[in-house]
């Protein structure tokens, strides 16, 4: 938008010039000539500082300007006009909105004539885009509609300015939920952009950018805000880019980042938005506090709170010094400040600042953001020790009166009101306020589906906030309410998943078959869902008439609701992928046979909670000490001594035991086990299968590792570790992605002993690196393709490789390596025949090179990146393969963070892909292994299935490592323990 007030503001001043005499032909007196004259010079003066960044200096001329006018020219209302045109357009620049506003008002008001529409219609334009900063859409698309329709009267008006007003009109357009004129419009401008200049088909692809935001698409936004980049790259800043439009464009790139989750990617850009706005002389400005806020969420989004809030103080103080006193953007600003502090430890600040967000929302006439204020506020409270139950019911009730019920502020207000319950040891309290919310909140995924923006993938507190319910539910009646608490983690393990199912939805939604057309067609009706539901909310605020929207979202669902039914009935398959549910415990049970059990792993920030049932029995167990941060500070530790080095996967084979190697922390291992397992013995003791369905840090440590005996000898002793009791000598594990998936996934027939083989690997990397992000912030397709240049090569994958095809008797036509391992190779091969299916390449997660937003498969770079072609496989282009394989094998996946974070979003968005694809199951590496051992695991576990046709995926890995666990030089679980089976290992 600041582009748009750069175009207008070059147009009033050229107008401003042509004021120079009076109009009507009078004669001047020798003073006002003299006042013409001063007008003259100092407008040249300050359309200069202008063009060099100087906007306050300039603003100063333009406010002298205005009083020389009042003073000298009374009687000449057009030119009082212009120069209050200037002033507004300086002042909303320099982020003065309530001021720029007034004048910008004063303005029109003289300009309230047919015979000078131009220069009505270039503040007309300039009002706009004040208005659209005051996020007042309604008024401003107003005034953008006139300001369109009035230049194209015009047949001489400068093309740009037209395209880059019609851009405008169309974002505001989708900002209205109109998404169908917003695309009838930027369709019109589409096929005039190659012949424009560089600078002005910037702002048309920022808008495309903003209205793909807007819709939901954040692969379509992201290439819009990068081409924006991309044109703009080594523009010199001045009258024609300024710092901050380079500001801006940063900043919109970052947003959509970070909504993402890309929060990696995201925070060097937002800094050096930042830097640039300083530069400009605009680090005080409404734009910074945009910036800032942004910087702050996404620092917050990665657990660095106590950045985040002095980087949203700073952004509240901008809108304090920006704003009118009475903007309800300044109680929202007090409330996400007050939220970051809470959420930083800083209590008694957080307290203050909540109650000063809730007195100014109350003052505002907005009870809605004053309820809300309050919610959080008791929760600080009941953090420091204080009561606080009365005060959330208070604004459970307030909220209860505003919102209609089963909204999903009112569910959350609840969720929250019984964690301050539970703080408060009074799961009595807490349990029906969990459960009502818990109801509502499936209630409202069934309508709208996991991927919807308004449910699970929304709020990333929601898992924490579902958790109150199995925490009541242990505390009241462990024995009794076991069911219930299992269907509740399922609501909050879905919501670690649901980025991953949007992924793969907006691929689906990209083809043009019938499927898509639903897709989209639900995306789109969701999408406007959001937006109608802002407007109620804003509506709320402010005072306004929420009925109407009310009656739209109920339309809205209906629609919803009537795609889900045709999904359901014409694509059962991609239904229940998308789909979100919860089998009941009875369910459950059901699809388990004799000797098998289901363990799940669910923890909080308190505390884990384990859940072990077999087809006759279930028992759950709390492990007090294990909290998030102690579990995954362990399993880190655990993870280093597993994979110790990694720099590439290649390790040499040890000829020989020696008296001591590397070691393992038996002793924690086993505490684990103890933690966490043992106490379930009387379901999991006599399971040859157990099928896993693991939360959180948990997802990245193969239970297989875990010490089931107290440990004896050196933990570096190669002796000792081939004669220690691991919990794979016992149970034959498979991995889940879902609990869900329990009932989904299908027992086709098995293809191993005559099937055939493909396998992709060694791709041409030529760096030394691992997998990390880059800092190029446009050309994504490129950018990932020259990250992919600089990773580390993998020579061994061949060999392994090729051992995996002798095995099986394959040709050599079934291998594509080095040059011939390409994405291409693997979209165009015909897998859909093939009985075992590998990849032995580098697994990346969202974030590890630029661009990228979910995990992927890595091969050797394309010389001319393109859509179909950039050198990664995601998990949404996978799930589009179509498989039959009773193996895919991804070696050396990554399930860890760049940052050696363990989580499992690696391991379960590749996972659900592939078995959407049509894999039986997969065998995934969670670290890099080294060759003789990857050759017998992978080798042998499928030996022994070809050979043993009753034997189950999950017992073919576990033969595979005991056997390769008494070799010498490989009892250590670093070589034996890196594979997985995932699925349900039958």
């Known amino acids: 938008m600041a582009t748009h007030r750069r175009f207008a503001l070059s147009a009033v001043l050229a107008a401003c010039l042509t004021l120079a005499q009076p109009l009507g032909g009078l004669s001047m007196t020798p003073e006002e000539e003299a006042a013409y004259t001063t007008l003259f010079s100092q407008t040249q003066r300050a359309q200069q500082l202008l063009a060099d960044g100087k906007l306050a200096e300039a603003e100063q001329i333009f406010a002298a300007i205005l009083a020389l006018v009042d003073d000298k020219l009374p009687n000449e209302p057009l030119t009082r006009a212009a120069a209050l045109h200037n002033l507004a357009a300086a002042r909303a620049d320099l982020g003065d909105l309530a001021s720029a506003e007034t004048l910008a008002r004063d303005a029109l008001v003289l300009r309230d004539d047919p015979e000078y529409l131009g220069a009505r219609t270039s503040t007309q334009a ?186 949203q103080r700073l952004a509240l103080q901008n809108r304090f010094d920006a704003l009118p006193p009475g903007s309800p953007l300044l109680a929202a600003s007090f409330a996400t400040l007050g939220e970051t502090l809470f959420r930083a430890g800083e209590l008694d600040i957080a307290d203050q600042t909540l109650a000063r967000a809730a007195s100014l929302a109350q003052s505002a006439g907005d009870p809605y953001r004053a309820a809300r204020a309050s919610l959080t506020g008791a929760a600080v409270k009941a953090a420091l020790g204080a009561p606080a139950f009365d005060l959330a019911a208070g604004a459970v009730e307030d909220l209860s009166n505003i919102l209609p019920e089963g909204h999903p502020e009112l569910l959350r207000a609840r969720f929250s009101a019984a964690w301050i319950a539970l703080s408060e040891n009074e799961p009595g309290l807490a349990l029906p306020l969990a459960r009502n919310a818990l109801a509502g909140f499936a209630q409202m995924a069934g309508r709208i589906g996991a991927d919807a923006t308004i449910a699970a993938t929304q709020d990333p507190n929601m898992r924490r906030q579902i958790l109150a319910l199995p925490v009541a539910a242990y505390a009241l009646d462990r024995d009794g309410l076991i069911g219930e608490a299992f269907e509740a983690v399922q609501w909050a393990l879905a919501t670690r998943i649901a980025r991953a199912t949007q992924r793969m939805a907006a691929r689906f939604a990209a083809g043009n078959d019938d499927l898509a057309q639903e897709v989209r067609a639900k995306q789109d009706l969701v999408n406007l869902w959001a937006l109608r539901d802002t407007e109620y909310l804003d509506a709320l605020t402010t005072g306004g008439d929420a009925p109407p929207f009310l009656a739209d979202l109920h339309r809205i669902e209906g629609e919803i609701t009537r795609i889900d039914e045709t999904l359901a009935l014409r694509f059962p398959d991609y239904a229940r992928l998308v789909a979100p549910g919860a089998l009941a415990l009875p369910e459950a049970q059901a699809r388990l046979t004799e000797g098998e059990a289901l363990l799940v792993l669910v923890t909080t920030p308190d505390e884990t909670y384990a859940f072990a049932i077999s087809a006759d029995q279930a028992l759950w167990h709390r492990a007090p000490t294990l909290g998030e941060a102690m579990l995954r500070a362990e399993v880190t530790a655990l993870r280093a001594e597993l994979d110790p080095t990694a720099p590439t996967r290649a390790a040499a084979a040890l000829e020989a035991p020696s008296a001591s190697g590397p070691s393992y922390d038996r002793q924690s291992a086993y505490d684990l086990y103890q933690d966490l397992i043992a106490p379930l013995a009387p379901v999991l003791g006599a399971a040859q299968r157990i099928m896993v369905v693991a939360d959180g840090p948990l997802s990245s440590l193969p239970l297989a590792v875990l010490v089931a005996s107290a440990p004896e000898g050196e933990d570096g002793n190669p002796e000792a570790l081939a004669q220690t009791d691991w919990l794979g000598r016992h149970h034959a594990f498979a991995t889940l992605p879902s609990i869900q998936s329990l009932a989904s996934l299908s027992a086709p027939p098995r293809l191993t002993k005559a099937g055939g083989f493909a396998g992709f690997g060694a791709p041409n990397f030529g760096g030394a690196a691992q997998p990390l992000a880059l800092s190029r912030f446009y050309d994504s397709e490129a950018a990932k393709a020259e990250a992919l240049r600089g990773l580390a090569p993998l020579p061994a994958t061949g060999r392994e490789l090729r051992g995996l095809a002798r095995s099986l008797n394959a040709p050599e036509d079934s291998l594509f390596l080095g040059a011939a391992a390409t994405e291409t190779a693997v979209k165009s091969a015909d897998l859909g025949n093939r009985a075992v299916i590998a990849f032995a390449t580098h697994g990346l997660i969202a974030g590890d090179i630029t661009g990228l937003a979910e995990p992927a498969l890595a091969f050797s770079p394309p010389a001319d990146p393109n859509a179909l072609d950039d050198g990664v496989l995601t998990a949404s282009e996978a799930a589009q393969l179509t498989l039959a394989a009773d193996w895919v094998i991804l070696s050396a996946c990554n399930t860890a963070a760049a940052d050696g974070t363990p989580g499992a979003e690696g391991l379960s968005g590749l996972a659900t892909a592939f078995l959407y694809a049509g894999a039986r199951g997969l065998l995934v590496s969670h670290w890099p292994v080294r060759d003789d051992a990857a050759a017998d695991l992978t080798q042998g576990a499928v030996a022994r299935m070809a050979d043993s046709p009753g034997l189950g995926q999950a017992e073919a890995l576990q033969q595979a490592m005991l056997a390769v666990m008494q070799k010498p030089g490989l009892a250590h679980p670093s070589a034996w323990g890196p594979f997985v089976v995932v699925g349900d290992g039958r």
């Open 126 to 311: 300039l009002l706009a885009s004040i208005l659209i900063e005051l996020q007042a859409w309604a008024e401003a698309l107003s005034l953008m509609d006139q300001v369109v329709r009035a230049q194209l009267q015009f047949p001489d008006m400068p093309r740009q300015n037209l395209m880059a007003d019609m851009s405008i009109l169309a974002v505001l357009y989708a900002q209205t939920g109109d998404f169908a004129t917003a695309e009838q419009i930027f369709a019109q401008l589409e096929p005039l952009l190659p012949d424009l200049p560089k600078e002005a088909a910037v702002p048309v692809f920022a808008g495309l950018g903003r209205m793909h935001s807007l819709a939901g698409k954040p692969d379509l936004a992201e290439a819009a805000y990068r081409k924006v980049l991309d044109l703009t790259a080594g523009l010199a800043y001045g009258a024609g880019w300024r710092r901050q439009e380079q500001a801006v464009a940063l900043g919109n790139l970052a947003s959509i980042l970070q909504r993402q989750g890309r929060n990696a990617e995201a925070i060097p850009i937002f800094r050096k938005a930042l830097a640039l706005l300083e530069e400009a002389g605009l680090g005080t400005g409404l734009a910074a506090a945009n910036l800032l806020d942004g910087l702050g969420n996404a620092l917050k989004d990665g657990g660095d709170f106590g950045e985040a809030w002095q980087f």
